[in-house]
């Protein structure tokens, strides 16, 4: 079983990003499915999810900023990316699984699409 996300590249302070991943429908259609990021030298943390119901739970860092919406028809969720700073340079990932924001909930994930924000 595999996600794929896509979207990432180099953006500047203050610009916007996309992210997307795709997710096989009849086995993630009622699982929560959440981006986390791993910056250079730091842990993997969470950053948002979205679970079947459209009910989102985002990081402090990002909330405000950053939107995550999904389509079941499509098989996709995506992570629009606003107001974006140097903090945000990381590999995003996708995951499937229980709704949570620890990474252990989560069994399925992609393979991280690099966000880098510089001028």
């Known amino acids: 079983v595999q996600l794929q996300a896509s979207g990432g590249g180099l953006v500047q302070p203050g610009g916007s990003l996309r992210l997307s991943c795709n997710y096989p429908?009849?086995?993630?259609?009622?699982?929560?499915l959440a981006w986390f990021r791993q910056a250079p030298g730091k842990e993997r943390e969470f950053v948002a999810v979205?679970?079947?119901?459209?009910?989102?739970y985002y990081a402090d860092s990002v909330r405000g900023r950053f939107t995550i919406s999904r389509d079941n028809t499509a098989n996709t969720v995506a992570l629009q990316m606003n107001s974006l700073t140097p903090e945000d340079t990381a590999v995003y990932y996708c995951?499937?699984?229980?709704?949570?924001?620890?990474?252990?909930?989560?069994?399925?994930w992609g393979q991280g699409t690099l966000v880098t924000v510089s001028s």
């Open positions: 995951a499937a699984g229980s709704l949570s924001s620890h990474e252990r909930e989560y069994d399925y």
């Open positions: 979205i679970n079947w119901t459209n009910y989102r």
């Open positions: 429908g009849r086995t993630f259609s009622r699982s929560a």
